[in-house]
């Protein structure tokens, strides 16, 4: 499966919601928006929990990516008997 462009492209901090999921290219993993932190910045939280942390660079998952995270989040339930 091909990435677009348009899931390519940065996002500025400001643009994303509260529980957003978007990619911190900084670190390059995957994080939860929790909150904004002037203009320029926000802070994410692992998807599966832990500590926050601040991010400036982040764009917006791909399809692949959002896919891989929602069946590991399932895959991890069904293991937890949930």
Not at 2 to 12: H, M, P, R, S, V
Not at 33 to 61: F, K, N, T
């Amino acid at each position: 499966m091909a990435t677009t462009d348009t899931e390519q492209t940065n996002l500025k901090p400001g643009d994303c919601d509260l529980g957003d999921v978007v990619w911190d290219t900084g670190k390059d993993v995957p994080g939860v928006v929790m909150g904004h932190l002037g203009g320029d910045r926000v802070q994410l939280r692992a998807v599966s929990g832990g500590r926050e942390w601040d991010a400036h660079s982040l764009r917006r998952l791909t399809a692949r990516e959002r896919l891989s995270l929602h069946l590991a989040q399932r895959n991890d339930a069904t293991r937890k008997g949930l």
